[in-house]
């Protein structure tokens, strides 16, 4: 089974969307966990109205707003599936999303048995705030290893399909300076030697908001540099990547329009 993880604060705007989108996956073994992270409009409410419909969606209550890292924390903690993907409250997924992914783990494993494939991705279509598509598609590697995702995160959050055991083992960071999803995906790759597998198709399709993080080009850069330092990077080899990790996310980013 598949646990889905979808941390939530505010987003009675969307998360109606991101559920329909999840709701409708070709692959049905699974379950969604909607962490609330206190929300004080009208998200609770409409994630109840799904769960009365589909018993496989839960609407879990945090006790405090601790930030969208321990959300998911507590979501991975609480999941019953083998396998976790993270969504977030205002993306959504192809509805062949979840199977097409399964169905690449299963091959990797026929085609290479002595390798673990338990961390997996897709590439991105991209839409605006009010839904409206964008012109732009990331693509993504077959592979990428510690020193690839060094000059270019490639793996997005919403895209990503990995073991339980693996995210119990490596929590995300609960922090605001660094991007914790990026901390975690070198975490892993670094420590347990391993490869993420990429499905070259747009199987998320991730909204672009103005007002996110991602959309402060400068403050995005900082936490980049501080998430090398975090993983223990030197200043100098820090350096080194950002370059490459700041040219070619200039090179992404222009091409989404």
């Given at each position: ?111 290479a048995p002595e390798r673990k ?141």
């Amino acid at each position: 089974m598949v646990s889905v993880i979808i941390p939530s604060y505010n987003s009675e705007k969307y998360i109606a969307k991101t559920l329909d989108s999840v709701c409708v996956q070709t692959y049905t073994d699974f379950e969604v966990l909607v962490m609330n992270d206190c929300s004080e409009d009208r998200t609770a409410e409409i994630v109840e109205s799904y769960a009365t419909k589909d018993s496989r969606i839960h609407l879990m209550n945090l006790p405090g707003n601790k930030g969208v890292s321990h959300a998911r924390n507590t979501g991975v903690r609480m999941a019953s599936g083998d396998w976790i993907a993270f969504l977030d409250s205002d993306d959504l997924w192809a509805p062949d999303k979840l199977e097409k992914q399964l169905n690449l783990q299963k091959q990797l494993d026929k085609d290479a048995p002595e390798r673990k494939h338990d961390f997996l991705f897709t590439g991105s279509s991209f839409i605006d705030e009010n839904g409206l598509p964008l012109s732009s598609t990331l693509h993504v590697p077959k592979r990428v290893d510690f020193e690839d995702l060094l000059k270019q995160n490639v793996v997005s959050c919403s895209s990503v399909m990995i073991r339980r055991e693996l995210m119990l083992k490596y929590s995300m960071p609960c922090s605001d300076k660094v991007h914790e999803d990026f901390v975690t995906w070198l975490t892993i790759l670094k420590k347990e030697k391993i490869e993420a597998y990429g499905l070259d198709e747009p199987l998320l399709i991730y909204r672009v908001m103005k007002s996110s993080r991602s959309g402060n080009k400068l403050k995005a850069a900082a936490m980049t540099f501080r998430a090398y330092r975090h993983i223990g990077l030197s200043v100098s080899s820090a350096f080194k990547n950002w370059m490459h990790y700041a040219l070619r996310s200039f090179m992404k980013y222009r091409k989404i329009k």
